[in-house]
């Protein structure tokens, strides 16, 4: 079992930064593989960035180059750095994790609401 707790979210302008963080539980976590996904308003949930217990990561075409994934496997904690944001980056953003190579991961976080003002 996994326990996710995000933090970090809020409300920012235009071209601005925050970065999130997601502290996990366990005593594995270097095991997993742990992603960001998000979920705006009236719309599907998307993955945003993932990083694996490899170290690879990935980004979905809309945040490359301007969001950053990154893990510390000592504070049981992934983190999202955002950069430039955008409008269209509003959203719920959630953590997740799994053991399995996986597009639907088995524990989520409750997420953080990230708000970009134009």
């Known amino acids: 079992q996994v326990q996710l707790v995000e933090s970090g979210g809020g409300l920012v302008q235009a071209g601005g930064s925050l970065r999130l963080s997601c502290a996990a539980s366990?005593?594995?976590?270097?095991?997993?593989?742990m992603g960001w996904f998000r979920q705006a308003p009236g719309k599907e949930r998307e993955d945003v960035a993932i990083?694996?217990?490899?170290?690879?990561?990935y980004y979905a075409d809309s945040v490359k180059g301007r969001f950053t994934i990154s893990r510390d496997n000592a504070k049981n904690t992934v983190y999202l750095q955002m950069d430039r944001l955008r409008p269209e980056d509003t959203a719920v953003y959630y953590c997740?994790?799994?053991?399995?190579?996986?597009?639907?991961?088995?524990?989520w976080g409750q997420g953080t609401q990230v708000t970009v003002s134009s």
């Open positions: 997740a994790a799994d053991r399995a190579v996986t597009t639907k991961p088995q524990y």
């Open positions: 366990g005593r594995t976590f270097s095991s997993y593989n």
């Open positions: 990083i694996w217990s490899s170290g690879s990561t």
